[in-house]
């Protein structure tokens, strides 16, 4: 027959892994977040989600009415290269992607992110300048985006600069907000004032 220090010793050892399980349950979860430090977001969303993540913004991104996550990633490996624009929502305690952009030009190095907040959009929305990164003495390039997570969509313009002639802009087609619009042109027209649109978009060698 079987003593009971043998069920003594069998129930302690397996409460000993209930216990193991629960406390490493604990630690994984998602710990309660404030949606406007950027800092814990972060380090949250690297945790639990991308260990490369380098930007996290929380916000009303959509019109759930409850706050997301925007992420930022810079991706560069032997298939992909340049950014890549993410929601994320906290459902089952995991980060769940609601959207994912398409891989777009640009870094993060030097460049410029925050939320904006349009009157003609009720969600906010993502902006990113790549700002001097792709610009050197001679000239150079400015990539743009702003992010409407709710619609799924990307607005992008493109600064190329010359020494041989105008500063020109090309603003994506599918950019047909007015304000939005205007927001790219009148930011590209403080330091290029003679800033001429294009109706294509300019590739440089």
């Known amino acids: 027959m079987l003593s009971n220090n043998f069920f ?6 397996l409460l000993l ?3 193991s399980v629960s ?8 710990p309660v977040l404030d949606f406007q ?26 019109e759930s009415g409850k706050q997301t996550i925007a992420v930022g990633r810079e991706l560069d490996n032997n298939d992909e290269w340049g950014l890549k ?9 995991e980060f769940k992607v609601k959207f994912e952009s398409d891989l777009v030009e640009g870094s993060f190095k030097e460049s410029f992110v925050d939320k904006i907040k349009f009157a003609s959009f009720e969600n906010e929305l993502l902006y ?7 610009m050197g003495s001679g000239g150079g390039e400015v990539f743009s985006y702003i992010v409407d997570f709710e619609s799924k ?14 500063a020109s802009l090309f603003i994506s087609e599918n950019t047909d907000n007015k304000e939005i619009r ?18 294509d978009d300019i590739i440089i060698d």
């Open 23 to 30: 406390c490493s349950n604990k630690e994984g979860k998602i």
């Open 37 to 62: 430090n950027k800092i814990q977001l972060l380090q949250t969303v690297q945790k639990h989600f991308d260990k490369d993540a380098n930007i996290a913004f929380g916000g009303y991104f959509d």
């Open 128 to 134: 990113y300048n790549s700002n001097g990164y792709y």
């Open 153 to 166: 969509q990307v607005f992008y313009a493109h600064l190329v600069v010359e020494p041989s002639s105008a």
């Open 8 to 13: 003594i010793k069998t129930f302690q050892i």
């Open 17 to 19: 892994v209930l216990l």
């Open 182 to 199: 205007n927001f790219f042109n009148l930011t590209f027209k403080k330091d290029y004032p003679n800033l001429k649109l294009v109706a």
């Open 85 to 93: 624009f993410t929601l994320l929502e906290i459902k089952d305690d």
